[in-house]
Nanobody, 122 residues
Framework: QVQLVESGGGLVQAGGSLRLSCAAS????????MGWFRQAPGKEREFVSA????????DYADSVKGRFTISRDNAKNTVYLQMNSLKPEDTAVYYC???????????????WGQGTQVTVSS
């Protein structure tokens, strides 16, 4: 099993920054792609970013490209999402996930964290 725990969410003003962390644990952890998704109330979960095990393949949603940076530290079993120039529309619960990747939350990810709330005030 793999357990994922997010941290780093909070309240920030528009234009500010937050760094989310996702710590993975479990003896069965493999070379999973790690992804970040987000979900606002009344909206479907949407893809934010993903990174391959080696870090040589990275994908960003157009809505966050140029503002967010994904990275991972395999020695620490942790993936990060640095979020800069935050906008109110970034407000959502952010989830990290592990699997074989893709932009579809319903297909391609085996493990999910519990989510962390990010709120951006205008």
């Amino acid at each position: 099993q793999v357990q994922l725990v997010e941290s780093g969410g909070g309240l920030v003003q528009a234009g500010g920054s937050l760094r989310l962390s996702c710590a993975a644990s479990g003896r069965t952890f493999s070379r999973y792609i790690m992804g970040w998704f987000r979900q606002a109330p009344g909206k479907e979960r949407e893809f934010v970013s993903a990174i391959s095990w080696s870090g040589d393949r990275i994908d960003y949603a157009d809505s966050v490209k140029g503002r967010f940076t994904i990275s991972r530290d395999n020695a620490k079993n942790t993936v990060y999402l640095q979020m800069n120039s935050l906008k109110p529309e970034d407000t959502a619960v952010y989830y990290c996930a592990a699997g074989w990747g893709g932009r579809d939350y319903s297909n391609g990810y085996l493990y999910w964290g519990q989510g962390t709330q990010v709120t951006v005030s205008s």
